[in-house]
């Protein structure tokens, strides 16, 4: 399951990125830390967002000013978060396929 959102995440989050999902993971988790941050109402710093996924400071940095280019993420003082119309757009977009997914793996985990 967390395969399958993490591709949904990344059509959704980095599409302008023009990457292949298993070529830029580190760029992926970070995107969605940000998001998970910014929908649980915790953003995060750039070092806890290193803690957090898993990979050095200077890494985060890179991909934090190429998600800020792509416009899926933005700072707000000392944190990132996800944009507000990138959340709105994000639900739209997949509420209905992440439903669906959560709902079928469901289905195959009470087998």
């Keep these: 399951m967390w395969v399958e959102l993490t591709r949904q995440l990344h059509k959704t989050l980095a599409q302008d990125l023009q990457t292949k ?7 992926v988790l970070i995107d969605t ?3 998970v941050s910014t929908v649980e ?3 995060m710093t750039p ?3 290193a803690t957090y996924v898993g990979i050095p400071r200077p890494t985060v940095d890179r991909h934090l000013r190429a998600l800020r280019r792509a416009g899926t993420v933005e700072r707000a003082g000392s944190v990132y978060v996800t944009p507000l119309k990138q959340l709105d757009r994000i639900s739209r977009q997949n509420y209905r396929v992440l439903t669906a997914l959560v709902r079928i793996t469901s289905e195959h985990l009470s087998r």
């Design 21 to 27: 999902f298993g070529s830029r993971l580190a760029i």
């Design 33 to 35: 830390a940000v998001f």
């Design 41 to 43: 109402g915790r953003p």
């Design 47 to 49: 070092t806890k967002l």
